[in-house]
């Protein structure tokens, strides 16, 4: 083999060189080169001087409109598609809240975190009205990704209404204002003009008119309106709007109306167009080495300042140091433009699906040692943090190793999975160029066993893991090579590799346990003619990423062990007690925090202690997958990438929480490892329950039947009963106060039997309230569940509260309090007791009084030959010295029912009876003829009386007989006869009972 006359290289080792091609042969081909390559060396000074490009933003997709009439939580439907890494979310959110101003908090299922970009809020009485919009990086996307807007401090009373639109191309904000007004129109500018061309201007309002019905509702011409909403009682009207605006200007939007706006809160928003994330340099990763023969792949990729690949839509400007070279696209998704004939110029425009990484192929047939330059404007392979092992020299030599498919076909040696034998079909294969076409053959005879010296190089993490290995199997033998640090190569192994095929390539595999980027190296020195050792070395080199085969969790438990923030029936340390079903243990309230520890692992579970030590530390982030209720909320997890610092492979986080209800499993994995793709890791047992934090409550206003509404009172030990009966609406809360809507179905846990403390407290707590009539506790309030993580408690009053009947008291004005402890059997508990009337009392009907009663029966005298009227009518106590009085408010007392008994003399049973509608009537003792209307018992009192009338037993019946009205018991009183009045009725005039001592008649 003929060998030419060795340069040294930068390193120190000898690459075989070519002779260096002629600038220019002359003639007018020569000259065509030369001015191609002054004009295209113009262009890349013109690049390496340009501003970052400019996207154009678009409008992607919008979830449509959506919001809770009567709720603090509201969720979208789902984008049709999946979300962009690199766009932004924008949401335009109003909201009307009772009592309470709003506090918005936004989240989506994927964990994407967003950030108010200006809000107004306007008070009228006690109704706010706000207009806000929220924007989100979309860093975190799935497939049915949805937006939730939640208002946790107001009750479910509250309306929201908001839309959530994805747009790319979105840079930062830039011009925010909010204001609010009374005026007939609304109106809201930015306070200075914006900074850039072709911005997106968003505007939002809201309007505080609760009882009007819109008709229509439209913003500046130009805007595009994105969702409104007309109606007002139930659904807070408003409506959100965007356009692009060409100029550099002050924004404004108007909204005008019909009917007119009273109150009104109005937001507008600009955001300048994206260049992308603005990297701080660009990394370029290559082979090391090359052959002249064929290109060789070289990623470019925009990093941050910690070295994470950030999605810039930038324009790069591509160049050799020598000026030699030949670029073009091998993948990638912008626009690439190829620089003049061997100019080692090149220019790529980076779209939003790159994420920041493209691979372009450098062919080079100038045996030579280079470095390759990027730049976008100031920002180039140096700027910022670079580092060393990020802009590496590249070593293009006639003749070297490279990587094929083991058909004589050049590869590169794809993503391996730690601790799995390479299932790539992958050879080295020594060539060289060809000196006449240029070509690449081999370098060494089919069949030939040759001792190559082997090496692996730690790139990133940029130091090995000792103990760690990677092996290379070639014809059945495996051999374990030396490993070395990125900051060089000092220690190989020789491997015998057999190059047994046709176009003699050495197939192999491979198998790295752990994890990183690395470089396989591949070096053998070209003997002198005599077979001795030369300075001479042929090399070759591929670089590839090993990612983790898996990652499983352990450890998972309440971060804090306490009563507040564990269930408080777990017992120490807080251990997940993975809960199958919802009867289940109890694990940790939603929101709460609880910790999980991750480990790296490689195909054979063991652990991968390389990751976490890259140069950007990987992180791993979970993922809530949803067990049970099944077709429940499942909400994404809050603090999804919240691990610590990776040690050996291992990392735990404390700030994991999941703010439902239910059982969830949650799944680890890594986005894109060192840019080579996801790797999903293993699912973890089932976590659960999780249990509300608190329970949230909103009481109705109940009200109390006043006995006699007419008359505005009760009496004392008079049934009381619910005209509207008081219910409690209970919302499952997490920590972060938004409601838990999975508390349902078998996951509710308020039991009568958990209830606790239902109190009705009097005041003044005499006379005693006489609660017998009330259901039972066991059934009593009755709990329904609402779904969406409400349940209500309806109380009963069964057959009626009532005060207790001892002396006679003066009016009062009753004060009812009703409480109870809302506790659930997971010891979940509400700001207890929860009170109904606290200090004013519950409301009564018509009338709070309450009055000591009784029914009151007079004796009657008069001739046999006429009716006999009797005094019978309701009394009620005034007080010591006025005693009692005709009840004359009363009439709605139902008519006592009477008996006759005791006669006497010559009056006897069926010769007196009472004047009343007929036979019995409402006395029960009632004349067979009905009465007329001046004289008919009343059956309902009439300002206290019932109009008594006794018919004449006629002539030969004087006598007299005893009257007995049946009193209700709120009537009852100690007369002497006994708890119902006995009044003696007498006809005509007789000498009276024999023991009467003394008797005067006056005329």
């Known amino acids: 083999m003929h060998v030419p006359r060795p340069d040294p290289d930068l390193s120190g080792n000898v690459v075989l060189a070519a002779a260096p091609p002629a600038v220019a042969r002359g003639g007018a081909t020569g000259i065509r080169r030369f001015i191609g390559r002054v004009l295209w060396g113009l262009i890349a000074a013109l690049l390496l001087a340009a501003q970052p490009a400019m996207a154009q933003i678009a409008l992607v997709q919008s979830t449509g409109m959506f919001g809770t009439t009567a709720g603090i939580t509201a969720t979208s439907t789902a984008f049709t598609s999946k979300p962009a890494i690199g766009d932004t979310i924008v949401v335009l959110v109003w909201t009307w809240t009772q009592n309470t101003a709003p506090t918005i908090v936004l989240s989506d299922s994927s964990g994407n975190t967003y950030t108010q970009v200006t809000q107004a809020t306007i008070l009228q009485g006690a109704w706010y009205e706000s207009s806000s919009v929220y924007s989100a990086p979309v860093t975190s996307t799935a497939n049915g990704l949805k937006v939730t807007v939640a208002t946790p401090p107001n009750d479910s009373a509250s309306q929201s209404q908001a839309v959530a639109l994805e747009y790319s191309g979105v840079g930062a904000v830039d011009r925010v204002n909010s204001t609010t007004g009374s005026s007939a129109t609304a109106s809201v500018s930015t306070t200075a003009a914006t900074s850039f061309l072709n911005e997106l201007v968003v505007g939002v309002f809201g309007v505080d008119n609760p009882a009007v019905q819109f008709t229509t509702i439209t913003p500046t011409s130009g805007y595009t309106v994105r969702a409104v909403q007309y109606q007002n009682a139930g659904a807070t009207a408003g409506a959100g709007a965007d356009q692009i605006v060409s100029a550099k200007a002050v924004q404004s939007i108007t909204w005008t109306t019909a009917a007119t706006l009273s109150g009104w809160a109005a937001s507008i928003a600009t955001f300048s167009p994206s260049s992308g994330v603005t990297p701080d340099h660009f990394a370029i990763s290559n082979a090391g080495t090359a052959v002249n023969c064929q290109a060789t792949p070289v990623t470019i990729t925009a990093h941050n300042s910690s070295h994470a690949a950030v999605a810039a839509t930038a324009t790069i400007a591509v160049s050799t140091s020598t000026g030699h070279g030949d670029w073009s696209l091998t993948t990638g998704g912008g626009t690439f433009v190829a620089g ?100 690449c053959t081999a370098a060494f005879a089919s069949g030939t066993t040759v001792n190559i010296s082997l090496a692996y190089q730690c790139n990133n993490p940029t130091t090995c893991v000792a103990g760690q290995t990677l092996a290379i199997t070639n014809n059945s033998t495996t051999t374990n090579i030396a490993s070395n640090p990125n900051s060089g190569v000092a220690t190989y192994t020789s491997v015998p590799l ?99 520890t991750v480990t790296a692992t490689n195909f054979n579970g063991a652990t991968t202690p390389n990751y976490g030590r890259e140069v950007s530390p990987q992180g791993v982030t979970l993922a809530a997958n949803l067990q049970l209720p099944a077709a429940g909320n499942a909400a994404a997890l809050n603090n999804a990438s919240a691990f610590g610092a990776f040690s050996s492979g291992v990392a735990t986080g404390t700030t994991f929480n999941w703010p439902e209800v239910g059982i969830i499993t949650v799944t680890p994995s890594v986005a894109s490892y060192l840019g080579s793709g996801t790797v999903t890791g293993t699912a973890s047992g089932k976590i659960g329950r999780f249990i509300p934090n608190s329970f949230g409550t909103a009481l109705n206003t109940p009200v109390i039947g006043t006995a006699c509404s007419a008359g505005g009172y009760s009496y004392l030990g008079q049934p009381l009963n619910y005209t509207v009966a008081p219910v409690v609406t209970v919302t499952a809360l997490a920590a972060t106060g938004a409601t838990a809507r999975n508390y349902t179905g078998a996951f509710l846990k308020l039991t009568n039997a958990s209830l606790t403390g239902r109190t009705y407290t009097p005041t003044p707590a005499s006379p005693a309230l006489d609660l017998s009539g009330l259901p039972a506790a066991t059934t009593d309030p009755a709990i329904a569940d609402l779904g969406n993580g409400q349940a209500s408690l309806t109380f009963g009053s069964g057959t009626g509260l009532k005060f207790g009947r001892g002396g006679a008291i003066v009016p009062f004005s009753a004060n009812l309090a009703l409480g109870i402890n809302v506790i659930d059997t997971d010891a979940v508990t509400a700001a207890n007791p929860v009170t109904f009337g606290s200090g004013t009392g519950m409301s009564f009907s018509t009338g709070a009084v309450q009055r000591y009663g009784r029914l009151a029966l007079r004796d009657g005298a008069g001739s046999e030959l006429l009716d006999l009227p009797m005094s019978l009518t309701t009394q009620y106590y005034l007080s010591a010295t006025q005693g009692f009085t005709t009840n004359a408010d009363d009439s709605c007392t139902t008519a006592p029912v009477l008996s006759f008994s005791n006669y006497q003399l010559n009056l006897t049973a069926g010769e007196t009876c009472v004047r009343d509608s007929g036979s019995p009537g409402a006395s029960g003792v009632g004349c067979a003829a009905a009465a007329a209307a001046s004289s008919r018992y009343l059956s309902t009192a009439v300002a206290g009386a019932f109009n008594l009338h006794l018919a004449a037993p006629g002539a030969g019946n004087a006598g007299a007989l005893s009257v007995t009205a049946t009193a209700p018991a709120w009537l009852q009183y100690s007369w002497a006869s006994g708890t119902s009045p006995v009044g003696l009725g007498t006809f005509g005039v007789f000498p009276g009972p024999a023991s009467r001592v003394h008797q005067r008649e006056v005329y």
Do not use: H, W
Not at 351 to 363: F, I, M, P, R, T
Not at 405 to 414: C, E, F, Q, R, Y
Not at 529 to 554: D, E
């Open 340 to 439: 003049a004939a061997n100019s080692g110029t090149a220019s790529y425009t980076y779209v939003s699906a790159d994420n920041g990484a493209v691979v372009l192929s450098l062919k080079d047939t100038v045996a030579e040692t280079l470095t390759i330059n990027v730049a976008n404007g100031s920002i180039t392979q140096s700027s910022g943090s670079a580092i060393a092992s990020e802009q590496l020299p590249l070593t293009f030599s006639p003749s070297g190793f490279r990587f094929t498919t083991g058909s004589n076909v050049a590869t590169t040696i794809g993503t391996q999975v730690a601790g799995k034998t390479s299932t790539q079909s992958l050879a080295l294969q020594a060539i060289r160029t060809d000196t006449n076409t240029g070509a």
């Open 498 to 596: 057999r190059f047994s095929t046709a176009n003699a390539e050495a197939p192999f595999t491979l198998n790295y346990i752990d994890v990183g980027q690395i470089t396989l190296i591949a070096r053998y020195n070209i003997p002198l003619g005599g077979g001795g050792a030369s300075s001479t070395n042929m090399t070759g080199s591929g670089q590839f990423v090993v990612q983790p085969y898996s990652f499983t969790l352990s450890g998972i438990k309440c971060t804090t062990y306490s009563a507040s923030t564990c269930s408080p029936a777990l017992a120490s340390p807080g251990n997940n007690p993975g809960a199958t079903t919802a009867a289940g243990a109890a694990f940790i309230q939603a929101g709460q925090s609880f910790t999980a």
